[in-house]
Nanobody, 114 residues
Framework: QVQLVESGGGLVQPGGSLRLSCAAS????????MGWYRQAPGKERELVAT???????NYADSVKGRFTISRDIAKNTVYLQMNSLKSEDTAVYYC????????WGQGTQVTVSS
């Protein structure tokens, strides 16, 4: 079992940056895939970025070149650096740990608005 706690969300102007953190309750070394997803009002949850235990990264087309996913193994934490934010990035962002089961955090709100 894994507990996940996201942080770092907030209100930012278009073009700004935020860094989200996802702290896991245990080592993430053996977790097959860790990822960030988001859900905007009235829309389905969608994949933003993932990183495998081998370090392979995958991004949604809509965030390529703007967002970067990374891991700090020593801190059991996964990050999502978000640059050049747009209004359409506004959503609740969730962290997921994929093992035999999927575990989700509680989410953190990101609002991009002037």
């Amino acid at each position: 079992q894994v507990q996940l706690v996201e942080s770092g969300g907030g209100l930012v102007q278009p073009g700004g940056s935020l860094r989200l953190s996802c702290a896991a309750s245990r080592s993430i070394v053996s977790i097959n895939v860790m990822g960030w997803y988001r859900q905007a009002p009235g829309k389905e949850r969608e994949l933003v970025a993932t990183v495998t235990s081998g370090g392979n990264k995958n991004y949604a087309d809509s965030v390529k070149g703007r967002f970067t996913i990374s891991r700090d193994i020593a801190k059991n934490t996964v990050y999502l650096q978000m640059n050049s934010l747009k209004s359409e990035d506004t959503a609740v962002y969730y962290c997921k740990a994929g093992t035999l089961y999927n575990y989700w955090g509680q989410g953190t709100q990101v609002t991009v608005s002037s």
